[in-house]
């Protein structure tokens, strides 16, 4: 019971909404964690440390100051594709790809207190996904994106289907930002995953505010 209790607890905390999806890369404005503190300030409701490079100590040392940033403000803090970091951080999840570690042996490995991303560009892979214990799905990419130049495109009409075959929350990802976003309504999405549109902005907080302002918008919130 206090598992279940604990899973609850996280689960509602889970607003995907504005999902930022972290590169350091594209950070124009500031350090990873400044600009995820000024997203956060402007609105930003969940956020994903994804790290393609460097060595598991530098990747701790990132996850645990963006912890400290994220745990702050009541935001949850996934970890993308590595279990040893998001455990050894204290984040609250893993986001993983069709090609990293399998969903379901991710879920046995983080229990049920954490929370379970999954990406997914076909129906066949979101329904999969669920039934292997994720507790929300990435689906796309929708767009072209600079972070993810080797994804395949999912369609509207993919997006549409997987919404209305599963029971778990469902966010658009790859290439979305200010123009992209009025595409989605109709959708019943819950949420968008941003990447560039955040952390390439000159002022991240005020790019936040126009997204989340966008985004009420499209999904009517």
Known sequence: MKKLLQRTGILKMADYTL??????HLAKSGTVEEIVEKAIAGGCTMVQLREKEGDTGELLERALRVKAVTEKYHVPLIIDDRIDVM????????????SDMPAAIARKMIGSEKILGVSAGTLEEALKAEQDGA???????????????????????????????VHIPVVAIGGINGRTIPDFKGTGIDGFAIASAIMAADDPEKASIELKDEIRKTLDL
């Open 19 to 24: 999902y930022l999806v972290t590169d350091r």
């Open 87 to 98: 455990m050894a951080a204290g984040a609250d999840g893993v986001h993983v790809g069709q």
């Open 135 to 165: 507790d929300y799905l990435g689906v796309g990419a929708m767009y072209q994106t600079a972070t993810k130049t080797d994804a395949d495109l999912t369609t509207m009409e993919t997006l549409k289907e997987i919404k209305k075959r």
